[in-house]
């Protein structure tokens, strides 16, 4: 089984849209949870970290079911600059090292 | 503020020729570093991770090994490219004494093609 698993995708949505990403992970000790952005040919970087209430940034919002493993993110009012691939990482290991899904890759149409 | 620098961006490289990929951080002391690479449509996966100066610890069996001579300087090497050594190489640093919750921060990457 991954450890962590996301919707393969990839998303194509028009701008303003509202999409959902979905993550699941096998390691139930996971303490820390992200989301990043990669976009093409570039290195990840730190969208947000989810935390057990819930979080929101902005157009962002992050959740996490720790019963299901479960880590969801919202994208509202999507625009041109949000078509990226979108990495859910969750800690394992005995260093608490990030463990990377594959990405969702994200395409906002005008 | 912390930097991370990594060199070189490109590198294209003949099967059984050896690599050299530096990594230096700026901006903190004792860093968690690590080595990932990404493979053409693949995930991110973790190669080598250090704690501290010498300490190197492997996830994966391959063709590459890593060293850390000084605390904010991480190195990938090989004596012998394969093919299947091509990808996208990240190092990444995390705050020390911090690490099960704080989030990763990554180099600009090096992509290498071995031809």
């Given at each position: 089984r991954k450890e962590v698993e996301q919707d393969p995708g990839p998303f194509n949505v028009p701008e303003g849209a509202t999409v959902a990403f979905n993550c699941t992970y096998s390691n139930s000790a996971s303490q820390s949870f992200f989301w990043y952005?990669?976009?093409c040919r570039k290195e990840p970087k730190l969208l947000m970290s989810v935390y057990s209430s819930g979080n929101e940034d902005g157009r962002f919002t992050a959740q996490l079911n720790r019963a299901s493993q479960y880590i969801s993110l919202l994208i509202r009012d999507s625009k041109l600059s949000d078509s990226a691939t979108y990495l859910c990482v969750a800690t394992?290991?005995?260093?608490?090292?990030?463990?990377?899904?594959?990405?969702?890759?994200?395409?906002?149409?005008? | 503020s912390q930097t991370i620098h990594?060199?070189?961006a490109t590198l294209v490289q003949p099967v059984g020729s050896p690599l050299s990929l530096e990594c230096t951080v700026e901006g903190t002391s004792n860093p968690n570093l690590y080595w990932y690479r990404q493979a053409a449509g693949r995930g991110l996966?973790?190669?080598?991770?250090?704690v501290g100066i010498g300490q190197i610890s492997s996830e994966v069996p391959q063709n590459l090994s890593a060293s850390r001579p000084q605390d904010r300087q991480f190195i990938l090497s090989s004596k012998k490219l394969l093919l299947s050594d091509s990808g996208f190489y990240l190092c990444a640093w995390r705050g020390w004494g911090l690490s099960y919750n704080s989030p990763l921060h990554f180099g600009n990457g090096t992509r290498l093609t071995v031809t």
């Open positions: 952005r990669q976009d394992g290991g005995s260093q608490g090292n990030l463990i990377f899904g594959k990405g969702t890759k994200l395409s906002v149409k005008p | 990594q060199w070189p996966q973790l190669l080598f991770y250090s």
